[in-house]
């Protein structure tokens, strides 16, 4: 079995041609000096970026204008609730107190009678205009 070694300092290998090659080239750009590759993607694509940001901050607004409205209608609901019972309460006391014996308790002390037979139609005549 071989024996492991460390090798001496002027044995070691020198990077290939080809390793040269793409640490050069992606370590600098042209436009951008020495600034690593992702950043050259990151102000390539900005206007992207702004892009997704802008649609980000309009979801979060929109949710947050949902939620309001939510709370709003849940509100006028309950109000509605509310009105509707009053309205049934109001409704059933006049039916209550349009019922012809609650009439003549109230009108009987002005001398108000029920009706004994039909009624009568009262008619007027209508009269021509003489030009």
């Known amino acids: 079995m071989a024996q492991n070694r460390f090798k001496p300092a002027a044995e070691e290998e020198k990077p290939s041609e080809i390793q040269t090659r ?9 436009f951008f000096g020495s600034l690593n590759i992702s950043a050259y993607y990151v102000f390539k694509n900005i206007n992207f970026i702004f892009f997704m940001a802008f649609l980000g901050v309009i979801y979060i607004a929109n949710s947050h204008y949902a939620l309001k409205v939510i709370k709003e209608i849940k509100s006028i609901q309950s109000d509605l609730e509310k009105t509707s019972w009053e309205s049934n309460s109001i409704k059933s006391d006049l039916m209550y107190e349009s ?18 037979g039909k009624p009568k139609k009262i ?7 003489n030009k």
């Open 99 to 116: 019922m012809q014996s609650r009439v003549l308790e109230k009108v009987g002390h002005m001398g108000l009678k029920t009706l004994s």
């Open 123 to 129: 008619e007027i005549e209508k009269r021509k205009k």
């Open 22 to 30: 793409r640490r050069t080239k992606s370590a600098a750009s042209p």
